[in-house]
């Protein structure tokens, strides 16, 4: 069994930055790709961004999100982190993340941005 934990979302201004967290515990996370997820109010789940399991492994992205987010992962730590910069308004959503192998998902944390 695997739980995740995100946390470092909140509220901020339209141009600002903020880094989301992915905590594992119960399973490590250095053998699974991961992704990002994120849903806004009346939308469906999106699909944000994601990285491979392995040391250096490839990252891809949104196109909405391509240039301004940075997913990265800490296998000793068994994290995954989503640095979010240059947020607008249209990023407020509930974001999630992912751990591919086995399907597993957090309970995500709300980002807020104001314009």
């Known amino acids: 069994q695997v739980q995740l934990v995100e946390s470092g979302g909140g509220l901020v201004q339209a141009g600002g930055s903020l880094r989301l967290s992915c905590a594992a515990s119960?399973?490590?996370?250095?053998?699974?790709?991961m992704r990002w997820y994120r849903q806004a109010p009346g939308k469906e789940r999106e699909f944000v961004a994601g990285?491979?399991?392995?040391?250096?492994?490839?990252?891809s992205y949104a196109d909405s999100v391509k240039g301004r987010f940075t997913i990265s992962r800490d296998n000793a730590k068994n994290t995954v982190y989503l640095q979010m910069n240059s947020l607008k308004p249209e990023d407020t959503a509930i974001y999630y993340c992912?751990?591919?192998?086995?399907?597993?998902w957090g309970q995500g944390t709300q980002v807020t941005v104001s314009s």
């Open positions: 990285i491979g399991w392995w040391s250096g492994s490839s990252t």
């Open positions: 992912n751990r591919v192998s086995g399907d597993y």
């Open positions: 119960g399973r490590t996370l250095s053998n699974s790709n």
